[in-house]
Protein backbone atom coordinates (compact mmCIF):
# COMPACT_ATOMS: atom_id res chain seq x y z
CA UNK A 1 0.00 0.00 0.00
CA UNK A 2 1.14 3.49 -1.08
CA UNK A 3 1.54 5.66 1.69
CA UNK A 4 1.21 10.08 1.48
CA UNK A 5 2.45 12.53 3.07
CA UNK A 6 -0.17 12.79 5.91
CA UNK A 7 -1.38 14.03 9.25
CA UNK A 8 -3.85 12.75 11.52
CA UNK A 9 -5.31 16.01 12.78
CA UNK A 10 -7.14 16.43 16.18
CA UNK A 11 -8.09 19.05 18.50
CA UNK A 12 -6.04 20.05 21.99
CA UNK A 13 -9.69 20.36 22.95
CA UNK A 14 -10.90 16.87 22.54
CA UNK A 15 -7.84 15.44 23.56
CA UNK A 16 -8.05 17.16 26.76
CA UNK A 17 -11.08 15.82 26.87
CA UNK A 18 -10.39 12.19 26.54
CA UNK A 19 -10.88 12.18 22.64
CA UNK A 20 -8.57 11.16 20.14
CA UNK A 21 -11.38 11.71 17.62
CA UNK A 22 -10.12 13.40 14.17
CA UNK A 23 -8.70 12.10 10.80
CA UNK A 24 -5.85 10.65 8.82
CA UNK A 25 -5.64 13.90 6.30
CA UNK A 26 -3.87 13.35 2.76
CA UNK A 27 -1.47 16.65 2.38
CA UNK A 28 -0.97 16.30 -1.25
CA UNK A 29 -4.72 16.75 -1.43
CA UNK A 30 -4.74 20.23 -1.20
CA UNK A 31 -2.73 22.89 -3.22
CA UNK A 32 -1.19 24.65 -0.20
CA UNK A 33 -1.62 25.30 3.64
CA UNK A 34 -4.55 27.51 3.46
CA UNK A 35 -6.43 24.77 1.96
CA UNK A 36 -5.21 22.48 4.13
CA UNK A 37 -5.88 24.36 7.27
CA UNK A 38 -9.37 24.89 5.41
CA UNK A 39 -10.33 21.60 5.80
CA UNK A 40 -9.18 20.91 9.22
CA UNK A 41 -11.48 23.88 10.02
CA UNK A 42 -14.32 21.93 8.55
CA UNK A 43 -13.60 18.71 9.80
CA UNK A 44 -13.60 19.96 13.44
CA UNK A 45 -16.75 22.37 12.86
CA UNK A 46 -17.85 21.56 15.94
CA UNK A 47 -15.65 23.60 17.92
CA UNK A 48 -16.03 27.75 17.75
CA UNK A 49 -11.97 27.93 17.45
CA UNK A 50 -10.36 24.82 16.95
CA UNK A 51 -6.93 24.15 17.95
CA UNK A 52 -5.34 22.00 15.62
CA UNK A 53 -2.90 19.05 17.17
CA UNK A 54 -1.17 16.81 15.19
CA UNK A 55 -1.24 13.61 16.73
CA UNK A 56 0.69 11.80 14.03
CA UNK A 57 2.67 11.94 10.84
CA UNK A 58 2.97 9.25 7.63
CA UNK A 59 5.23 9.50 4.96
CA UNK A 60 7.41 12.80 6.63
CA UNK A 61 10.82 13.53 7.82
CA UNK A 62 10.60 13.08 11.71
CA UNK A 63 11.87 16.44 12.16
CA UNK A 64 9.08 18.18 10.00
CA UNK A 65 6.90 16.56 12.65
CA UNK A 66 5.24 18.05 15.68
CA UNK A 67 1.73 17.79 17.69
CA UNK A 68 1.92 21.42 16.75
CA UNK A 69 4.35 21.67 14.07
CA UNK A 70 4.98 24.15 11.37
CA UNK A 71 2.85 23.29 8.13
CA UNK A 72 4.20 26.02 5.72
CA UNK A 73 7.59 23.94 5.91
CA UNK A 74 6.18 20.86 5.18
CA UNK A 75 4.33 22.44 2.06
CA UNK A 76 7.53 23.75 1.01
CA UNK A 77 9.31 20.33 1.37
CA UNK A 78 6.45 18.93 -0.58
CA UNK A 79 7.14 21.60 -3.43
CA UNK A 80 10.10 19.60 -4.15
CA UNK A 81 10.72 16.74 -6.42
CA UNK A 82 10.19 13.04 -4.71
CA UNK A 83 13.94 12.67 -5.99
CA UNK A 84 14.96 15.96 -4.53
CA UNK A 85 13.05 14.99 -1.07
CA UNK A 86 15.18 11.71 -0.95
CA UNK A 87 18.84 14.05 -1.14
CA UNK A 88 16.88 16.09 1.57
CA UNK A 89 16.45 13.64 3.95
CA UNK A 90 19.15 11.60 3.82
CA UNK A 91 21.05 14.61 4.40
CA UNK A 92 19.21 15.64 7.54
CA UNK A 93 19.22 11.98 9.16
CA UNK A 94 23.21 11.45 8.55
CA UNK A 95 24.63 15.25 8.62
CA UNK A 96 22.87 18.19 9.36
CA UNK A 97 19.45 19.51 9.87
CA UNK A 98 20.23 23.25 10.31
CA UNK A 99 20.85 23.23 6.76
CA UNK A 100 17.86 24.69 4.42
CA UNK A 101 16.96 22.30 1.76
CA UNK A 102 17.54 24.72 -1.44
CA UNK A 103 21.15 25.01 0.35
CA UNK A 104 21.30 21.04 0.13
CA UNK A 105 20.35 20.85 -3.05
CA UNK A 106 22.65 23.67 -4.18
CA UNK A 107 25.58 21.69 -2.75
CA UNK A 108 24.97 18.45 -4.02
CA UNK A 109 28.36 17.85 -6.67
CA UNK A 110 27.97 13.86 -6.61
CA UNK A 111 25.39 11.20 -6.59
CA UNK A 112 26.97 7.92 -5.60
CA UNK A 113 29.17 6.84 -2.62
CA UNK A 114 32.25 8.67 -1.56
CA UNK A 115 34.67 5.63 -2.50
CA UNK A 116 33.32 6.11 -6.26
CA UNK A 117 33.56 9.93 -6.18
CA UNK A 118 37.20 9.94 -4.82
CA UNK A 119 38.61 7.51 -7.25
CA UNK A 120 36.66 9.69 -10.05
CA UNK A 121 38.32 12.76 -8.43
CA UNK A 122 41.52 10.77 -8.59
CA UNK A 123 41.66 9.69 -12.02
CA UNK A 124 40.35 13.40 -12.86
CA UNK A 125 43.32 15.18 -11.44
CA UNK A 126 46.12 12.12 -13.29
CA UNK A 127 44.37 13.04 -16.19
CA UNK A 128 45.18 16.78 -16.00
CA UNK A 129 49.21 15.45 -14.95
CA UNK A 130 50.05 12.59 -17.48
CA UNK A 131 48.98 11.70 -20.42
CA UNK A 132 49.88 8.11 -19.23
CA UNK A 133 47.27 8.02 -16.61
CA UNK A 134 47.59 3.98 -16.51
CA UNK A 135 51.60 4.54 -15.90
CA UNK A 136 50.60 7.10 -12.71
CA UNK A 137 48.03 5.08 -11.31
CA UNK A 138 50.23 2.31 -9.98
CA UNK A 139 52.05 4.80 -7.56
CA UNK A 140 48.90 6.54 -6.40
CA UNK A 141 47.25 6.14 -2.91
CA UNK A 142 43.75 6.28 -3.67
CA UNK A 143 43.09 5.51 -0.02
CA UNK A 144 45.44 8.39 1.11
CA UNK A 145 43.63 10.94 -1.67
CA UNK A 146 40.03 9.90 -0.16
CA UNK A 147 40.88 10.41 3.74
CA UNK A 148 42.63 14.19 2.55
CA UNK A 149 39.33 15.12 1.26
CA UNK A 150 36.99 13.68 3.35
CA UNK A 151 37.34 17.11 5.57
CA UNK A 152 36.19 19.24 2.55
CA UNK A 153 32.42 17.50 1.61
CA UNK A 154 29.42 16.36 3.34
CA UNK A 155 29.25 12.67 3.02
CA UNK A 156 26.05 10.18 3.14
CA UNK A 157 25.63 6.89 2.56
CA UNK A 158 24.55 7.68 -1.36
CA UNK A 159 25.58 11.58 -1.82
CA UNK A 160 28.84 14.16 -2.13
CA UNK A 161 27.73 17.68 -0.65
CA UNK A 162 30.04 20.42 -0.88
Given amino acids: METRPSLYVGT ?14 DLTEFANEEEFYDFCRELHKDEEDPEFMFQ ?22 LSYSEDER ?3 EEYWDEVSSSVSPDDILDNLIYEGDFEDFTREKAE ?18 YEA ?8 YHITTHYVFY
Avoid: H, M, T
Avoid at 124 to 141: H, I, M, N, T
Fill in 56 to 77: GYRDLPERLYGECCDVSRIYEW
Fill in 12 to 25: YKKYNSGSLEGAWV
Fill in 145 to 152: FARDLEGD
Fill in 124 to 141: EELACCSKDVGFLRQYFD
Fill in 86 to 88: DII
